[in-house]
């Protein structure tokens, strides 16, 4: 079965430092990677998406991540952080060879960035 | 607004009551889901439609969960007997068919469900 990881719980840092929150996954075949973030009072929106092409993807207000497959990693990255990422972040991963079009999500990560 | 709405936002019950929440999807799109959300915990899948059809169903989707999309536009999700361990934020969410599986999901605001 399709699951995702998310190694860190909680991250604090402050404005203008570098952000990494991993994610790896476990799946053999092809898959479709998304990071989604949680404003605090917000729904769920769309940070950004791997599923072909370039392993190095670009989303909103900055943020990259990269798909690395011999890891099975898509971590995200954002090189100077702002007290407005405070928010709770989310790996997440379908694998549409296999027939379904369910999206499994990590456990989170809770970013909290210091002004 | 034309975003994925949830009714209620916020349900209080007492255990072994039923509950049911309603989902509208964004008018175009054919998918829609359903997640719980635990505090500390990601969403968890729960099920999903296309159009009509329930495609899948999560094994952790017991007898007492039933969900409906009975024309293919919004979606109940009943609660029957309800436990305390049911008491979670549960998501809507929708896609557009177009957009295949690597399209992306629009969430709804949740509703909460507290049993006591």
């Known amino acids: 079965a399709q699951s995702v990881s998310q190694h860190n719980h909680h991250v604090i840092l402050s404005e203008a430092a570098s952000l990494e929150l991993g994610c790896n996954y476990s799946?053999?075949?092809?898959?479709?990677l998304f990071w989604y973030v949680q404003y605090p009072g917000q729904h769920l929106q769309l940070l950004l998406k791997?599923?072909?092409?370039?392993?190095l993807v670009k989303g909103i207000k900055g943020f990259e991540a990269e798909f690395i497959k011999s890891k099975f990693s898509f971590n995200l990255r954002k090189p100077s952080v702002q007290w407005s990422d405070t928010a709770e972040y989310f790996c997440?991963?379908?694998?549409?060879?296999?027939?379904?079009?369910?999206?499994?999500f990590g456990t989170g990560t809770r970013l909290k960035v210091l002004a | 607004d034309t975003g994925v709405s949830q009714d209620p936002r916020h349900k209080i019950t007492k255990r072994g009551q039923n509950v049911t929440f309603r989902c509208d999807p964004i008018?175009?799109?054919?998918?829609l889901y359903w997640y719980r959300q635990t505090l500390g915990q990601g969403p968890e899948f729960l099920t999903y439609?296309?159009?009509?059809?329930?495609?899948?169903k999560s094994r952790l989707l017991s007898d007492r969960f039933s969900a409906e999309r009975p024309k293919g536009s919004f979606s109940t999700l009943e609660i029957q007997r309800t436990e305390q361990g049911d008491s979670a934020m549960y998501l809507c969410?929708?896609?557009?068919?177009?957009?295949?599986?690597?399209?992306?999901?629009?969430f709804g605001e949740g509703s909460r469900l507290t049993v006591l």
């Open positions: 439609f296309q159009n009509e059809a329930q495609l899948e």
């Open positions: 799946y053999g075949g092809t898959v479709n």
């Open positions: 997440a991963v379908n694998a549409p060879p296999s027939g379904t079009y369910k999206y499994i």
């Open positions: 008018s175009e799109h054919n998918r």
């Open positions: 969410a929708s896609s557009p068919m177009t957009s295949g599986v690597t399209g992306e999901l629009f």
């Open positions: 791997y599923f072909s092409g370039d392993p």
